[in-house]
């Protein structure tokens, strides 16, 4: 059994990231394993909204140089999860903007 906070890892606070809020999309960085149902049910049991979609994607890791050594970051995987109309906001995100 998977707990939330195992499939929910952290929020993605970007620029375009925080323009999505206006619609009640929230972008989240979780686990690679994840489904997108498990993380409908992870963000509607931590935040306790309603979620209407989910998308996902896998984020591939930017390759890094040191000297002469280069290797890549890790790979991750983002979600984009949209509320319903009549759903409250995650008041995490409110005071960012």
């Not at 206006?22 to 963000?43: H, P």
Request: proline share 1%; net charge positive; hydrophobic share 40%.
């Amino acid at each position: 059994m998977k707990f939330a906070q195992d499939i929910i890892l952290r929020p993605v606070i970007t620029e375009e990231s925080m323009m999505g809020t206006a619609d009640k999309k929230y972008t989240f960085k979780v686990a690679k394993t994840a489904s997108k149902s498990e993380i409908k049910e992870a963000v509607e049991q931590l935040f306790g909204v309603k979620v209407e979609k989910v998308n996902t994607m896998n984020c591939k890791g930017h390759l890094r140089r040191y000297g002469r050594f280069e290797g890549y970051t890790a790979s991750w995987k983002k979600a984009i999860v949209t509320l319903t109309a009549d759903s409250k906001t995650i008041e995490f995100f409110d005071g960012m903007m």
